[in-house]
C-alpha cells in the first residue's frame, strides 16, 4: 500500500514539474545555444528506433520535454561531454515538435520535423545482376556551375530539416592542373549527363562520396567525411542531391551512395570534442591498421593482431571509428536510414568494409536491412583470396558462426585475373584466360553468386587502358568479360573509351582520376557527344569506337535473361607445344536458362582462332543457329566458325 502511495506521489511531483514549463514562455533556440540535432528529420512508420544526438554548449544538464503528442520521449542519455545529449524517441505523428530545453527555471525549444513517410519506401528495389552500374568520381566528371568551384567563405543553406545549415569555410579549392586538387564537378554536372549514362547502357549510378569533407588538401575524392549530413557544398547541396536522384530515376536509372563507416576524416567537426571518450579510437599514440583481413577467420591469430586490424587508423589523417560504442553505431545506422530515406536511394556501397569491426557491422547492415527488406549492400572487400572474401558475405557457413549480413561483396579476385590474363601473350598452363577459368571455378566458395559485383577497375586501380597497353582490342575484351560473367557488372567512368592516366604530372591515384573531356566549359574535346568522339585524336582516337562497343554491349545486356540471371558452362583449350601442355589462351563459355542461352568465345591470342564446335558438344550437339550480338547479323555457330586475332564472338540463341 506504501509502495503504490509512492509511486502516486511521484508521478504527481513528475507531472507538477512537466506542466511548470509554460511552452509558450520559450523561445527557440538560437545556434549557440543548439548546434546541431541529428538526424536531421525523421519520418513515421519508420521499422528504425529514434535516438536523437543533441549538441550544444552545456547541453547535457539540461532537462528534455516535447511539446505537443508528435513525439514521446523514451529515455535521455548523457554523454561524457557536457555538450551532447542523446535522446530516445518513439515517433507518434507527423508535424514539427518542439524538443523543449529547461534547466532551473529558463529554456529554449528547437523544432524537430517529423515527415509522413512515402507509400511504398519499405518494399523500395534495389540492385541486382539486371543492372550495370555506372561509377562516378563526381570531381572529376563535370562541372556545370563555377560559382561552387572555389570554397564558400561561409554562408547557408536549408538541408531537408527545416533549419538552415551554416556552411564551414572550403580551403581546397578548384585547380584543375592540380592532379589532387579540387576541380570542380558537381551533382548539376552529373544531371546534365544523365542521358549520356543512360544510353550506354547503364542502369544505375555509384558516385563516390558527395558528403563534406573539409580536408585542407585532396579534399576531392569525399572519403575523410566533415560531416555526415551535408553534402560537400562545392558539390551542391543536400536538395540538389535529392533533385539528382529524382532526375536519374526519371531516366530509368537507379542511385547507389558511396559510404564510410570506417573512418572519417581530421577535419570533422567531432575531431574538436566527441560525445565520448571511445568515440574513435586515439590518435595518440598512433596505430596504423594492418591490413590483415586474415584476422578475423584464423584459428592462430594474436588478440593483439585482431586489434590492430579493427581499432588501427586506416591514415593519419582519417581517424578510425569506435562501433563498438554502442552511441556510434545506432549513428551510423541510422545516418544510412536517413540518406535512403530522405533522397530516395537504392542501393549503397560501403567503403574499406573489413577495417571495421566485424560484429558490430554485422547489426549495422542487419539494421538498414530489416528496415529496407530488399536493398542490396555492397562491401568493398579487397582482398584476392577467394575463402577470405567469401567469408564476408550474408550467410556463409563460417566455422566461428560469424555472419556480416552483409548481402553483396566486390569480386576482387576476378578483377585482377581479367587485368592479369588480358595482359599475357605467351603463357603457360595456369597462365592468360586460365587465370580467369581459375576464379569462376572457385564458385562454390561462395554463398550467393548473384550478390557479386564484377569490375575490372575502379576509383583505386591504374587506368585499365594503361594496365592493357593502350590495346583497344584487349579493352574490349575485357568489356566483353564484363557484360558477359555472372554477377553484378560495374563500369568506371570514362573506361568505355580507355581513359588513360595523365602523364603532365607525377603519378598519383589523383592523376588516374581525370577528367572527362567536355565536362567544364572550354574543353577542347568532348566525349559525351557522339561528333565529339568522332573528332577526337591523339590518345582518344579510339573513343568512338570504344564507346559504340560498349553501348552495344550494355543495351543488349539489358535485356539479356540469359545473361542477366543463368548459370555458367565454361570451357577451356589447351594446345602441345613439344612436351609441354599449355593453354591456347582462349575462353568459351555458355551463360543459359532453360529457354535461352549465350555463347562467348575470347580470342586473347595473335591469331585467327576457329572453332572446333564439336568441343562443346556436351551443352549442344550439331550446329546452332543464332544473332551475333555484336554485328545484329544471323549466324551458325559451326565448325569452321573463325574469329579474329584479340577479339570476341557473342552468339545469343533459343534452347
Not at 101 to 118: D, H, T
Amino acid at each position: 500500500m506504501k509502495r503504490n502511495l509512492y509511486l502516486l506521489l511521484a508521478a504527481a511531483l513528475l507531472l507538477s514539474c512537466t506542466q511548470a514549463v509554460d511552452y509558450s514562455q520559450v523561445s527557440e533556440a538560437t545556434e549557440a545555444q543548439v548546434q546541431r540535432v541529428e538526424p536531421l528529420c525523421w519520418w513515421t512508420g519508420m521499422h528504425t528506433d529514434l535516438q536523437l544526438m543533441v549538441q550544444g554548449p552545456g547541453i547535457g544538464a539540461f532537462d528534455v520535454a516535447v511539446e505537443g503528442k508528435g513525439l514521446e520521449i523514451k529515455a535521455v542519455h548523457r554523454a561524457d561531454s557536457p555538450n551532447f545529449l542523446f535522446i530516445d524517441l518513439a515517433v507518434k505523428a507527423a508535424g514539427t515538435w518542439n524538443l523543449v530545453f529547461s534547466r532551473e527555471g529558463a529554456g529554449f525549444k528547437y523544432p524537430y520535423l517529423v515527415r509522413e513517410r512515402e507509400a511504398g519506401s519499405r518494399d523500395r528495389e534495389s540492385f541486382t545482376t539486371a543492372d550495370m552500374i555506372y561509377l562516378i568520381m563526381p570531381d572529376r566528371f563535370a562541372s556545370a556551375t563555377a560559382d561552387n568551384d572555389c570554397g564558400w567563405p561561409g554562408g547557408s543553406y536549408e538541408d531537408g530539416s527545416g533549419h538552415a545549415w551554416t556552411v564551414p569555410d572550403t580551403p581546397d579549392a578548384v585547380d584543375r592542373a592540380d592532379a589532387v586538387s579540387r576541380h570542380g564537378g558537381d551533382i548539376q554536372g552529373m544531371q546534365d549527363h544523365l542521358d549520356y549514362i543512360a544510353d550506354l547502357g547503364a542502369t544505375a549510378i555509384w558516385c563516390t562520396p558527395l558528403l563534406l569533407d573539409n580536408q585542407p588538401r585532396e579534399s576531392y575524392h569525399g572519403y575523410a567525411c566533415s560531416d555526415y549530413y551535408h553534402i560537400d557544398p562545392r558539390f551542391g547541396d543536400n536538395a540538389a542531391y535529392k533533385a539528382f536522384v529524382d532526375a536519374a530515376h526519371a531516366k530509368g536509372l537507379k542511385v547507389i551512395m558511396d559510404i564510410v563507416t570506417n573512418h572519417c576524416g581530421t577535419a570533422h567537426w567531432w575531431m574538436e570534442e566527441a560525445p565520448f571518450a571511445d568515440w574513435y579510437h586515439p590518435a595518440e599514440p598512433y596505430v596504423q591498421m594492418n591490413a590483415l583481413f586474415s584476422v578475423y577467420m584464423d584459428p592462430n591469430a594474436s588478440v593483439r593482431d585482431r586489434e590492430r586490424q579493427e581499432s588501427g587508423w586506416f591514415v593519419p589523417s582519417m581517424p578510425d571509428m569506435n562501433l563498438d560504442n554502442p552511441y556510434v553505431l545506432k549513428y551510423f545506422q541510422q545516418w544510412a536510414v536517413w540518406w535512403i530515406e530522405y533522397a530516395g536511394l537504392d542501393g549503397l556501397r560501403v567503403d574499406t568494409y573489413p577495417y571495421n569491426e566485424p560484429e558490430p557491422m554485422s547489426q549495422w547492415c542487419k539494421a538498414v536491412t530489416d528496415e529496407y527488406p530488399r536493398m542490396n549492400i555492397v562491401g568493398e572487400c579487397w582482398d584476392g583470396n577467394i575463402p577470405q572474401l567469401a567469408y564476408w558475405q550474408k550467410d556463409h557457413p563460417n566455422p566461428n558462426g560469424f555472419n556480416s549480413n552483409l548481402p553483396s561483396i566486390m569480386d576482387f579476385p576476378l578483377e585482377s585475373a581479367i587485368k592479369r590474363a588480358l595482359n599475357e601473350d605467351y603463357v603457360n598452363w595456369d597462365e592468360g584466360m586460365t587465370r580467369v577459368y581459375s576464379v569462376l571455378a572457385q564458385d562454390f566458395a561462395y554463398t550467393d553468386l548473384s550478390h557479386m559485383m564484377i569490375f575490372f577497375a575502379n576509383h583505386d586501380h591504374a587506368r585499365t587502358g594503361d594496365v592493357l597497353r593502350r590495346d583497344p582490342a584487349r579493352m574490349k575484351l575485357a568489356l566483353t568479360l564484363l557484360a558477359t560473367l555472372r554477377g553484378i557488372p560495374q563500369l568506371y567512368y570514362g573506361d568505355e573509351m580507355m581513359f588513360l592516366e595523365r602523364k603532365d604530372v607525377p603519378s598519383h591515384d589523383g592523376a588516374k582520376r581525370i577528367d572527362f573531356p567536355g565536362g567544364w566549359a572550354g574543353d577542347a574535346t568532348d566525349l559525351f557527344s557522339a561528333g565529339g568522339r568522332n573528332a577526337a585524336g591523339g590518345s582518344y582516337s579510339d573513343a568512338a569506337d570504344l564507346h559504340d562497343y560498349t553501348r552495344t554491349l550494355f543495351q543488349w545486356r539489358k535485356g539479356c535473361k540469359a545473361v542477366q540471371q543463368g548459370r555458367t558452362l565454361h570451357f577451356l583449350s589447351r594446345k602441345n607445344v613439344g612436351a609441354a601442355n599449355i593453354t591456347d589462351n582462349t575462353y568459351a563459355f555458355f551463360r543459359y536458362t532453360p529457354e535461352q542461352a549465350v555463347f562467348v568465345y575470347i580470342n586473347n591470342t595473335a591469331e585467327e582462332r576457329a572453332l572446333d564446335w564439336n568441343h562443346y558438344r556436351e551443352f549442344v550437339s550439331g550446329p546452332v543457329q543464332g544473332r551475333n550480338v555484336l554485328t545484329g547479323e544471323q549466324t551458325v555457330l559451326q565448325d569452321g566458325v573463325t574469329v579474329a586475332p584479340r577479339s570476341a564472338l557473342i552468339v545469343e540463341f533459343n534452347r
